[in-house]
């Protein structure tokens, strides 16, 4: 007998009441899986959704669409008697910072309604050094679940900075421990391909003694996301675009934007492991952002920086506007810092601070941002208001 502070119960009934637990959540797991629905859209659809969200990167939207409904498809139809099996094809984005990676792969998980999780590859190194298990992505992805793990088995995990887990030395392996770089690339091997794998639900070495949940990745979709630095000057160099002779007959290659020939053969080049990049079948690529797009950024998503500041004053019964020349100014700054789309919300966030610190308490009911303004505020000069 177990003997509690008002009661006692006997061993036999504790095993018996573990087991009628494990059944009842066995249960419950087969008829998540087998009412399992996604809102599966076509491609062309998924593309439309995209575009109200993301700006330009029409080619990378298209290869994307194709990429999911293919892998949804697949898991819907799982079940039919054809001896074709259908294998998954993780997706790997290669772009400058600030381009819309994170943004379409998120827009595309809250369109399907599937649970999504982003995950730094940064933090990753072997077991038994300091840093993160691989198996803790799967935790994040548990947890924005509610540990429905028949869910989770359906959900889309973003891997972002992958590149930074190059191997050190790319075709030059080292001799010593690459406890970040190779090592972590054998782990993810097992996730991305498809196996059971046994989860810590709470994190892995800060919780040893915790029970692990069994979670089956098979139909997890990946999606692979890096800057991959210098990446344009390995394309460059394998397509050899400066020879002169037969080689270069015939051939049209655009120098400015290499990104758009990228291969299996260049991740290997960069550093990645043959076998990582074979379970990475479909890549694209985003351009960097120009001016207009920038612009166009800021104005004309749904969920544009410009009308989400002006939804933030207009609760507070303000009416905010901001005049095109402040706009442009705005634009300008981003394009000299080189952040992508990631750099405007800093810059506008400089310019709007003293204005959302102050105006809440001020008898306006109106408010223009020009170009004047917004100079003195992102270069810390004087402040002053302007009055519509």
Not at 105 to 130: N, S
Not at 170 to 194: C, F, H, M, W, Y
Request: proline share 3%; with cysteine.
């Amino acid at each position: 007998m177990i003997y509690g502070l008002t009661g006692a119960i006997c061993e036999n009934c504790i095993r018996t009441a573990a087991d009628l637990i494990r059944d009842a959540q066995q249960q419950k797991q087969m008829e998540s899986k087998k009412n399992f629905q996604v809102k599966l859209l076509k491609p062309s659809e998924i593309k439309r959704r995209l575009d109200q969200y993301v700006i330009g990167q029409d080619e990378a939207k298209k290869v994307i669409s194709v990429a999911v409904y293919n892998h949804y498809k697949r898991i819907m139809y799982a079940g039919s008697t054809d001896d074709v099996e259908i294998e998954k094809s993780n997706i790997v984005m290669v772009g400058d910072t600030g381009t819309g990676k994170t943004l379409i792969a998120k827009t595309i998980a809250k369109m399907l309604e599937v649970p999504f999780c982003i995950a730094d590859a940064t933090v990753f190194t072997e077991a038994g050094y300091v840093g993160e298990d691989v198996e803790s992505i799967l935790t994040r992805l548990l947890q924005a679940a509610d540990y429905d793990v028949a869910k989770a088995e359906r959900g889309i995990v973003f891997i972002d900075e992958i590149d930074k887990i190059a191997r050190k030395g790319a075709d030059n392996p080292s001799i010593t421990r690459d406890v970040s770089g190779e090592g972590v690339q054998q782990s993810l091997l097992k996730l991305l391909e498809g196996s059971k794998v046994n989860v810590p639900p709470q994190g892995g070495r800060k919780h040893p003694e915790q029970q692990f949940i069994e979670v089956d990745t098979q139909n997890i979709l990946f999606i692979g996301s890096g800057a991959f630095n210098n990446l344009d000057k390995i394309i460059a160099e394998r397509m050899n675009t400066n020879v002169i002779g037969y080689n270069a007959k015939n051939r049209t290659v655009d120098k400015d934007n290499m990104l758009q020939y990228v291969s299996a053969q260049d991740f290997k080049t960069f550093g990645l492991i043959p076998e990582l990049c074979g379970r990475f079948p479909v890549i694209t690529y985003l351009n960097a952002l120009d001016a207009t797009a920038l612009k166009r950024i800021l104005t004309e998503p749904k969920n544009a920086l410009i009308k989400q500041y002006v939804k933030l004053f207009e609760l507070d019964g303000i009416r905010l506007e901001f005049a095109d020349e402040a706009i442009d100014y705005i634009v300008e700054k981003a394009v000299e810092l080189k952040l992508g789309a990631r750099g405007l919300r800093s810059i506008v966030e400089k310019i709007m601070t003293n204005a959302m610190y102050c105006f809440p308490d001020s008898k306006d009911k109106a408010i223009t941002i020009d170009k004047k303004y917004a100079q003195e505020q992102f270069e810390h000069s004087i402040f002053r208001f302007l009055e519509d």
